[in-house]
């Protein structure tokens, strides 16, 4: 089965700390995203990325930074982590004309 | 940019009643509607999808959803819900031609009693 696979299920960071998630997929999509997810807010695009070396800030990309250098890996950077960066973080790949395969998911607690 | 909203943010049925979830967009261009469900411990998974032709889309587990281009909505209908479809559900709409970025309603949980 296809996978989107996200390294880690639940991480606690302290404040201040740099963060990093990393998220692989083995489908050959060419579009990969990062989502945060709370409670009454639904999914927010933090960035994405169509292609290697490719990046596009998404609607709350404030705090947070990512790299593509391979077509399968997509990392997300929290450069200098905070209490209200604590949520739960999706990544998620695409191809055109399909919907998104999404990971399952890493709990992030900023403490 | 394009904005979703789900008008229900908590529903509770029993099972084999009837369920429609309510989804309005706000974009003028042509797009691609989705729904997806998050069962409880579970990763979001795609439910349906709309991209073009037949504005009645059948997805997965017996949902539906309708497309009306003229009121922007995209509404997830089932005739007869089971306690497994205890889940939330997320609407998404994204620019047809886009990278394929959506954006996400905030959910509606639904929860089915017995």
């Known amino acids: 089965d296809v996978k989107v696979t996200q390294s880690s299920r639940y991480l606690v960071k302290r404040t201040g700390e740099k963060v990093f998630l990393e998220c692989v997929q083995d489908m050959d999509h060419e579009n990969m995203f990062w989502y945060r997810q709370d409670p009454g807010l639904g999914l927010r695009l933090i960035y994405f990325s169509y292609d290697v070396k490719m990046k596009e800030k998404g609607d709350i990309p404030e705090g947070y930074s990512v790299s593509r250098e391979k077509k399968e890996r997509f990392s997300l950077i929290l450069e200098s982590a905070s209490t209200n960066q604590t949520s739960m973080y999706l990544c998620?790949?695409?191809?055109?004309?399909?919907?998104?395969?999404f990971g399952s998911g890493t709990r992030l607690t900023v403490v | 940019a394009q904005s979703v909203s789900q008008h229900n943010h908590h529903v509770i049925l029993s099972e084999a009643a009837s369920l429609e979830l309510g989804c309005n967009y706000s974009y003028g261009g042509t797009v691609n509607l989705f729904w997806y469900v998050q069962y409880p411990g579970q990763h979001l998974q795609l439910l349906l999808k709309y991209f073009s032709g037949d504005p009645l889309v059948k997805g997965i587990k017996g949902f539906e959803a309708e497309f009306i281009k003229s009121k922007f909505s995209f509404n997830l209908r089932k005739p007869s819900v089971q306690w497994s479809d205890t889940a939330e559900y997320f609407c998404?709409?994204?620019?047809?031609?886009?990278?394929?970025?959506?954006?996400f309603g905030t959910g509606t949980k639904l929860q089915v009693i017995p």
């Open positions: 998620a790949s695409s191809l055109q004309s399909h919907g998104y395969t």
């Open positions: 998404a709409v994204g620019r047809s031609g886009g990278y394929q970025k959506v954006t």
